[in-house]
């Protein structure tokens, strides 16, 4: 069984190697070209595949899922190392509320690869 768009399928008919090439960056269709041309933009079509990739929106799921990410880990980071230091309450906050901002800019490229990957592989684009 395969399908134009996406190629063939895998023999498990698993979507998660696709997902993956996504949150690596990726062409989530054939894993060679990049997905992003800057920091956040799409590319128009893939180098390799000629997917067209302008018409697949994440919107706001990417920046809610590395904002989610990046509050549970400085959660646990603030928890086991930072629970009984001497340091003031300014600088700890500081501290935090920067680490929580580079973790959550890290994680948005990622997280917008995933989910332009979840929304291909579902088939709910506009085009």
Request: proline content about 7%; overall charge positive.
């Amino acid at each position: 069984m395969s399908d134009p768009d996406f190629g063939p399928l895998p023999q498990d008919g698993s979507i998660w190697p696709r997902l993956w090439r996504g949150m690596k960056l990726r062409c989530p269709r054939c894993g060679v070209g990049k997905l992003f041309k800057s920091y956040l933009k799409p590319v128009e079509t893939c180098s390799n595949c000629e997917k067209q990739w302008s018409h697949v929106r994440a919107d706001l799921a990417p920046a809610w899922a590395a904002m989610t990410i990046a509050a549970h880990l400085v959660v646990l980071i603030w928890h086991f190392f930072f629970w009984n230091t001497g340091m003031s309450t300014w600088m700890l906050i500081a501290l935090l509320c920067g680490l929580a901002t580079a973790i959550a800019l890290i994680a948005l490229p990622p997280m917008k690869g995933l989910f332009m990957a979840i929304i291909w592989a579902k088939g709910t684009t506009d085009s």
